[in-house]
């Protein structure tokens, strides 16, 4: 075999490889990003113990959060006149839910199912886009399919849930 055959070969296969590590960190990143992105409002609401919880019911709405009175229902939590609560297409004005107080503020965040939901809603989104990267980026349809299907299958259960 002639060398010029076997060293075009090698270029062949450092390409493919370099664009699977490519792809792959991307898709990696991707994927922590998501989990990074969702983190911080899901700890408070996976890991309530030692928490305050309780109920706001929602009287007024900014632009970016709305605002109620909070009333406790865990042992120790004390009743505020008014917490924060980010506004999203999980909370409406008039409604009472069930929240989480971030330690150390008068912010909540929602919890139950729906709260659990929502707080990785940036996670579905992340699974989504990686699919795609590793569909495109490294021809692996099978994994993607898998990816793009929990992304979808989050995104719906929050959507639904709320």
């Excluded at 919880?53 to 229902?73: E, F, L, M, N």
Aim: glycine fraction near 14%; include cysteine; hydrophobic fraction near 50%.
């Amino acid at each position: 075999m002639p060398s010029a055959v076997v060293s075009s070969q090698g270029a062949f296969s450092a390409l493919r490889f370099g664009r699977f590590a490519a792809m792959g960190t991307v898709a990696v990143l991707i994927l922590i990003a998501g989990v990074w992105a969702s983190w911080g409002s899901a700890q408070h609401v996976m890991l309530t113990k030692g928490r305050e919880s309780g109920t706001i019911k929602v009287t007024r709405c900014g632009a970016d959060t709305c605002s109620g009175p909070y009333t406790p229902i865990s042992a120790g939590s004390q009743p505020r006149g008014s917490v924060v609560i980010e506004k999203n297409a999980a909370v409406r004005k008039g409604q009472t839910y069930t929240v989480v107080v971030k330690p150390g503020s008068d912010d909540v965040v929602r919890s139950g199912p729906g709260g659990v939901l929502y707080a990785w809603v940036p996670m579905g989104g992340a699974l989504l886009l990686a699919s795609v990267v590793v569909a495109g980026g490294l021809r692996r349809t099978r994994v993607a399919w898998v990816l793009a299907g929990s992304g979808v299958a989050l995104l719906t259960a929050a959507f639904l849930a709320v």
